[in-house]
């Protein structure tokens, strides 16, 4: 059975740092692609980060290009998204989910507030 | 960007009754096109993608059609389960985007 299960969410202040991390189990995980999307309050989902099984491919949503990075440990089969320089408006439930076009599977979420 | 545009925002179906959903992408997609389902406080659930394709699991109820920039999800008899949120997405080009969402709700 595939399983994603999220972590590091939390309260954390405008400009500051957090590390979400993403364990996947039920699948080779190296051979997906891997993403983030997120659902801030009361809006859509919008689709954050992806990168390929080597990790050799990365794409980035506007709005959070070169404040967030997304990396892969494939020993681990393990996820991660490093997000600095954090504002308001990335307060949101950050998902991960399996592969980059279509998104087969996903986890519960996990909760980032960024307020003062 | 490919912009997403769901119609109607909300939609009030009585059960039993057929539900259609559209998504409208400002250029071609192709065919690839995904619907999402989520209830209030669980993750998305992949329902429909390549248009047409039902994932695994879910009930022939559900049915996906359309091309180029024009799609439909189909619900051809709403249950008491599919009362929700419904999100489509494309995946020809990126970023990924995703449609601002229809609420499915009890008529």
């Known amino acids: 059975e595939v399983q994603l299960v999220e972590s590091g969410g939390g309260l954390v202040r405008p400009g500051g740092s957090l590390r979400l991390s993403c364990a996947a189990s039920g699948f080779i995980f190296n051979s997906y692609s891997m993403s983030w999307v997120r659902r801030a309050p009361g809006k859509g989902l919008e689709w954050v980060s992806y990168?390929?099984?080597?990790?050799?491919?990365?794409y980035y949503a506007d709005s959070v290009k070169g404040r967030f990075t997304i990396s892969r440990d494939n020993a681990r089969s393990s996820l991660y998204l490093q997000m600095n320089s954090l504002r308001a408006e990335d307060t949101a439930v950050y998902y991960c989910?399996?592969?980059?076009?279509?998104?087969?599977?996903w986890g519960q979420g996990t909760l980032v507030t960024v307020s003062s | 960007e490919i912009v997403m545009t769901q119609s109607p925002a909300t939609l009030s179906v009585s059960p039993g009754e057929r539900a259609t959903l559209s998504c409208r992408t400002s250029?071609?997609?192709?065919?690839?096109l995904a619907w999402y389902q989520q209830k209030p406080g669980q993750a998305p659930r992949l329902l429909i993608h390549?248009?047409?394709t039902r994932a695994t699991g879910i009930p022939a109820r559900f049915s996906g059609s359309g091309a180029g920039t024009e799609f439909t999800l189909t619900i051809s008899s709403l249950q008491s389960e599919d009362f929700a949120v419904y999100y489509c997405?494309?995946?020809?080009?990126?970023?990924?985007?995703f449609g601002q969402g229809t609420k499915v709700e009890i008529k």
């Open positions: 990168i390929s099984g080597s990790g050799n491919a990365i």
């Open positions: 997405q494309q995946y020809n080009d990126w970023p990924r985007t």
């Open positions: 250029q071609s997609v192709s065919s690839n």
């Open positions: 390549d248009t047409s």
């Open positions: 989910a399996n592969r980059g076009y279509y998104f087969d599977y």
